[in-house]
């Protein structure tokens, strides 16, 4: 099983603006199923505390910064996502926890899989006997 792991993003540079892409099979290493992007998040908020047998996501912090720890049960990483050129693949049967949300922050989440209320374990001990 992967770890979580951090990687680049294509960052096209422009005096107009920068731009950043991501296709399936390319950058993506599965079929893109669902997009979903959390923000308006309060300060000291902690979002997940779950893990999904069976869907892998890529975090991308299309603005601002937080952080995602990470936990595959034997052991545990915390990362800061703070570009928009950079992807954070988070794997089946991980356990993640994303909190210290700054102002305004934006986390873009690419599933490979459709939204299915079964598809999570949400008890620590669950994921641990998983
Ligand atoms: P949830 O995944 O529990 O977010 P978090 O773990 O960060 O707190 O989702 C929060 C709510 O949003 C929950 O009621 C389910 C709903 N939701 C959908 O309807 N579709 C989705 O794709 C996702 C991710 C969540």
């Excluded at 892409?21 to 997940?48: A, C, M, S």
């Excluded at 779950?50 to 869907?55: D, E, G, L, R």
Aim: hydrophobic share 35%; charged share 20%; aromatic share 12%.
């Amino acid at each position: 099983m992967t770890f979580p792991y951090l990687f680049e993003l294509p960052k096209i540079i422009d005096s107009r603006g920068n731009l950043s892409v991501v296709e399936n099979h390319k950058e993506i290493p599965f079929d893109i199923q669902r997009v979903f992007w959390i923000y308006d998040v309060p300060t000291n908020i902690l979002r997940g505390g779950h893990a999904h047998p069976n869907s892998e996501q890529i975090l991308i912090a299309v603005h601002g910064r937080f952080s995602v720890t990470v936990d595959n049960g034997k052991k545990h990483e915390t990362f800061m996502l703070d570009k928009p050129n950079q992807g954070l693949f988070i794997g089946n049967n991980i356990w993640r926890e994303m909190s210290d949300f700054s102002d305004g922050a934006v986390c873009l989440v690419l599933a490979s899989k459709p939204y299915d209320p079964t598809g999570y374990i949400r008890n620590y001990d669950d994921f641990l006997n998983s």
